[in-house]
């Protein structure tokens, strides 16, 4: 089992970790600023390259009432894994993932989010991530399996500006 990241509350440690660039014009579900019904994740990198958030779900993707759906929990954990991709450099889509659901995630109160790389072999990219409650008790754990892809070009990057993807 992977140990949380020892980072504490981002807002103290505002200097020890860089926000991730995201476009205004991003529509990604998971981190889009662009999407109004997305989940809006705002992710932080570490030194290590470790992606990380904190948020607060809300009730609008509960499943079991007071907690958050388990498909939002296994997106959640696949955002953060392809955060932790990127944050390689790296441009690579979800081939595998599983979920070990361990505890609800309750879908009013922080939660924090932390991924990583933990393995590369060619285009192939093994990740994990962790859900952690605000005590940093581990509620979910994902693995990944992200193999890097041919990004398709931007329609006009002059026009558009930065590209869109998450
Ligand atoms: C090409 C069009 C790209 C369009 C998208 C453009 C850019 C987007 C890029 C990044 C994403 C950006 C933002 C992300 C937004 C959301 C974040 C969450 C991430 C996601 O939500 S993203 C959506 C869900 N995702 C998909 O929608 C993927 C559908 N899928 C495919 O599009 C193909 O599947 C693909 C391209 C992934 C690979 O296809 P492929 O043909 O290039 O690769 P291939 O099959 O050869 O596998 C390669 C090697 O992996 C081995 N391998 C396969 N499976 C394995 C397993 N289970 N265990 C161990 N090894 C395994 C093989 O054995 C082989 O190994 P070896 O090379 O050693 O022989």
Same mark, same amino acid.
């Given at each position: 089992?992977?140990?949380p990241?020892?980072?504490?509350?981002?807002?103290?440690? %505002?200097?020890?970790?860089?926000?991730? %660039?995201?476009?205004?014009q991003?529509?990604?579900? !998971?981190?889009? %600023?662009?999407?109004?019904?997305?989940?809006?994740?705002?992710?932080?990198?570490?030194?290590?390259?470790?992606?990380?958030?904190? #948020? #607060? *779900?809300?009730?609008?993707f509960?499943?079991?009432?007071?907690?958050?759906?388990?498909? @939002? @929990?296994?997106?959640?954990?696949?955002? #953060?894994?392809?955060?932790?991709?990127?944050a390689?450099?790296?441009?690579?889509?979800?081939?595998?993932?599983? *979920?070990?659901?361990?505890?609800?995630?309750?879908?009013s109160?922080? @939660?924090? /989010?932390?991924?990583?790389?933990?393995?590369?072999? !060619?285009?192939?990219?093994?990740?994990?991530? /962790?859900?952690?409650? !605000?005590?940093?008790?581990?509620?979910?754990?994902?693995?990944?399996?992200? @193999?890097?892809?041919?990004?398709?070009?931007?329609?006009?990057p002059?026009?558009?500006?930065?590209?869109?993807?998450?």
């Amino acid at each position: 089992m992977t140990k949380p990241l020892q980072v504490e509350k981002l807002t103290r440690y %505002a200097d020890a970790v860089r926000k991730f %660039a995201s476009a205004a014009q991003n529509r990604c579900f !998971g981190c889009g %600023a662009a999407n109004e019904h997305g989940l809006h994740l705002e992710f932080y990198l570490t030194q290590e390259l470790h992606a990380v958030c904190e #948020t #607060t *779900v809300g009730d609008f993707f509960e499943g079991p009432k007071g907690f958050v759906h388990g498909g @939002i @929990i296994a997106t959640l954990l696949d955002e #953060t894994m392809s955060k932790a991709v990127r944050a390689h450099g790296l441009v690579a889509m979800t081939r595998h993932m599983e *979920v070990d659901y361990q505890r609800p995630v309750p879908s009013s109160e922080e @939660i924090r /989010l932390e991924g990583r790389v933990t393995r590369n072999e !060619g285009r192939k990219h093994w990740t994990e991530a /962790l859900i952690l409650n !605000g005590h940093g008790k581990v509620l979910a754990h994902g693995k990944g399996l992200f @193999i890097e892809v041919k990004p398709a070009p931007d329609p006009d990057p002059v026009k558009d500006g930065p590209t869109p993807h998450g």
